[in-house]
């Protein structure tokens, strides 16, 4: 069974970079998407966006002119880049693995544990 | 983007008794052409992992215990536990895959033990 672990600042400033860390366990990071979600303090969840092992990605539009999201299959990590962050973008964030039943379906059929990142100077 | 409303927010019920916990689109997610409702439920325990439970509906992942059970079409969608256990404790999550990007959850709703 795949595990995913989040990586990364637990406290970020506003205006900064939040970056973030997923390690894929099992070294199937090629054979599969992967994906970034968040779920602000009582709130819930919102997808950030999806990468494929190639490189391909597809992101939320509201979010899309503040992220970046990349791979490295040797390392069999893809990360998260979020900038000109504020308070707003403190939440638990989770990776997930993206499944895409053949091109039919976008779910999340396995995710980390989820690591909460704070805004805040 | 398609919204999803859950109801209740919050959900106490006895062991052994039946849970149902609904979820309504903003939208239809039932696809014409293929007959299926793009439509997904996740449960998430304290200190876990989210678990994807069902997809398309009513379609149970491998390994989710036939207590859990998906129904409804169009709009209107409903994850029952048939008899509660304990470690059914944990907040569920509705998510609909019909119009990407992006997916888009429910608030969550919170199941404990009456």
């Known amino acids: 069974q795949v595990q995913l672990q989040e990586s990364g600042p637990g406290l970020v400033k506003p205006s900064e970079t939040l970056s973030l860390t997923c390690t894929v366990s099992?070294?199937?990071?090629?054979?599969?998407?992967w994906s970034w979600l968040r779920q602000p303090p009582g709130k819930g969840l919102e997808w950030i966006g999806y990468i494929s092992s190639g490189g391909k990605t597809n992101y939320n539009p509201s979010l899309e002119s503040r992220v970046t999201i990349s791979v490295d299959t040797s390392k069999d990590q893809f990360s998260l880049n979020l900038n000109s962050v504020t308070a707003a973008d403190t939440a638990v964030y989770f990776c997930?693995?993206?499944?895409?039943?053949?091109?039919?379906?976008?779910?999340?059929?396995?995710w980390g544990q989820g690591t909460l990142v704070t805004v805040s100077s | 983007d398609i919204v999803m409303t859950q109801s209740p927010d919050s959900l106490a019920v006895s062991l052994g008794e039946r849970a149902t916990i609904n979820c309504k689109s903003s939208q239809s997610l039932l696809y014409s052409s293929n007959n299926k409702n793009y439509l997904a439920w996740y449960q998430h325990k304290p200190g876990q992992p989210p678990k994807l439970l069902i997809s398309?509906?009513?379609t149970r992942e491998s390994g989710v215990p036939d207590r859990f059970s998906g129904s409804g079409s169009g709009t209107d969608f409903t994850l029952t536990i048939s008899s509660l256990q304990a470690e059914d404790v944990a907040v569920y999550y509705c998510q609909q895959y019909y119009s990407t990007p992006p997916v888009t959850f429910g608030q969550g709703t919170r199941l404990e033990i009456k």
């Open positions: 398309w509906a009513s």
């Open positions: 997930a693995r993206y499944s895409l039943c053949g091109g039919d379906c976008h779910i999340f059929d396995c």
């Open positions: 099992d070294g199937s990071i090629t054979d599969y998407y």
